[in-house]
């Protein structure tokens, strides 16, 4: 079975950096694309970027582009998100998804939206971002 496994959280002042990590375990397929994500307490999952390994395409959400950066390791199985110029609006628990569906994707908007159905989330990592 298909596992994603999140880490790199922590405890971050405000203007700082954190690289989380998504790590995939299970999956066979030829095409995929990972999501992440991130919600805060009281307020609902908010989209934060995606990627898919089919056209290397990638997409951010407005709150966070020119600060993030999503990348891929294929050899590692892993998909990563480097986090700069952090503010505490950014904090909360970050979550990565899979689609797993095999097909070629380039992302987009569609995919940070909450319709989007992905088919397997990882257990998430805590990020605080405090002074």
């Known amino acids: 079975q298909v596992q994603l496994v999140e880490s790199g959280g922590g405890l971050v002042q405000p203007g700082g950096s954190l690289r989380l990590s998504c790590a995939a375990s299970g999956f066979t397929g030829d095409y995929y694309a990972i999501g992440w994500f991130r919600q805060a307490p009281g307020k609902e999952r908010e989209g934060v970027s995606s990627?898919?390994?089919?056209?290397?395409?990638?997409y951010y959400a407005d709150a966070v582009k020119d600060r993030f950066a999503i990348s891929r390791d294929n050899a590692k199985n892993t998909v990563y998100l480097q986090m700069n110029s952090l503010k505490p609006e950014d904090a909360g628990v970050y979550y990565c998804a899979a689609d797993l569906s095999n097909r070629p994707i380039r992302v987009g908007a569609l995919s940070l939206s909450i319709r989007y159905q992905y088919d397997v989330w990882g257990q998430g990592t805590q990020v605080t971002v405090s002074s």
């Open positions: 990627i898919s390994s089919s056209d290397d395409s990638t």
